[in-house]
Structures are given as structure tokens and as C-alpha cells.
């Protein structure tokens, strides 16, 4: 006799406490337009696929304003927020059309038309071209192959934990 049994999906404001629970480390992903315009937004959700090729994930929301221009350019940046940039880090976070108004950034050397480089506000930086991208959820996975990459070995990151910034002591 076989028993069936039903799974149902954890609810939301659970798993987003859960979720929250776990720290991550702070970024402000950037592309650019087809008017060469810079937009941006803030993730946590990041992470190193494969070594070779050099790959790397994050998730982007379907609501974000980034997205599209992603998705159009195939390019894009991610800048890993220094300790003392939460005001980066929240302004990239809103859907406030002038996020770049004050904001410092160069284009990538390495990749014509790549995501802005924060370069003021990072302790790292790695600019990627889209590998793959894929549906998921609320989201789109895109997997981005490093084409240019920097570190500043003395500075420290930004972390968000529980709904809080901090930073890695």
C-alpha cells in the first residue's frame, strides 16, 4: 500500500524570517540602458556557481525597474558594498528614478556598455555578461560570467542581517 502525502509550500512570512536570519553580504547590481543611462538595485541574493568558467548567480525581482535593462543588455555589474555604505545600499533599494543623480561611477574597462562600477563604495566589484538567465518564482536567475573583476583588500563589507546593516568586524 503506498501513502501519498501533500507537501504545501511554507508560508511567506515565515520564510522571509527565515530567511532574514541568515546573513548576507550587501550589493547594488548595475547595468545600463540602450541609451547608456546607469540603473541599479540593491541584492543579497548572491553567489559563487562555478570557478571555470568563472560564474557567479544573483536573483532580481520581476518587479524590479533593472530588470528589463538587464535582460536587454545582457550586462551587468556587481558592486559589493563597503561598511559605510548603507545610504548606497538603501537608495538602491527604492524605485526612485534618480538613484544615480549623486552617485560616482566609471564604466567597465573591460566590457563595453557592462554595468557602472561604484567604485567609491565597494570592497569588490565583478562585471559579467548574462551566461544564462531563468524564471523562478517572483524572480529571474541570471548567471553571469566574470569578465572583469577587483578587490580592495582592506575594506570591509557591508552585511544585512535580520532586516539590519552591519558590517563584518
Known amino acids: ?9 511554507v508560508d511567506e512570512a515565515q520564510f522571509l524570517s527565515v530567511m532574514a536570519s541568515f546573513p548576507a553580504g550587501v550589493a547594488v547590481v548595475t547595468s545600463l540602458d540602450h541609451e547608456q543611462r546607469p540603473v541599479g538595485l540593491t541584492i543579497s541574493a548572491f553567489c559563487s556557481v562555478s ?14 525597474s533593472t530588470l528589463a535593462t538587464i ?13 559605510d555604505r548603507e545610504e548606497v545600499a538603501r537608495r538602491f533599494a527604492t524605485k526612485d528614478p534618480e538613484k544615480f543623480a549623486a552617485q560616482a561611477w566609471r564604466h567597465s574597462e573591460a ?11 565597494t570592497v569588490a566589484y565583478l562585471v559579467c555578461k548574462v551566461f544564462k538567465e531563468v524564471e523562478a518564482g517572483d524572480h529571474w536567475v541570471f548567471i553571469g560570467e566574470v569578465v572583469e573583476a577587483s578587490v580592495e583588500e582592506e575594506a570591509r563589507s557591508l552585511l544585512y542581517h535580520r532586516r539590519n546593516f552591519s558590517s563584518i568586524g
Open 1 to 9: 500500500m503506498s501513502s501519498e502525502h501533500e507537501f504545501r509550500a
Open 51 to 64: 570557478r571555470t568558467p568563472p560564474l557567479i548567480l544573483i536573483c532580481v525581482d520581476k518587479e524590479s
Open 71 to 83: 535582460q536587454h543588455s545582457q550586462k551587468f555589474t556587481v558592486n559589493f558594498l563597503s561598511d
Open 111 to 121: 566590457l563595453p556598455g557592462g554595468g557602472p562600477v561604484l567604485h567609491e563604495d
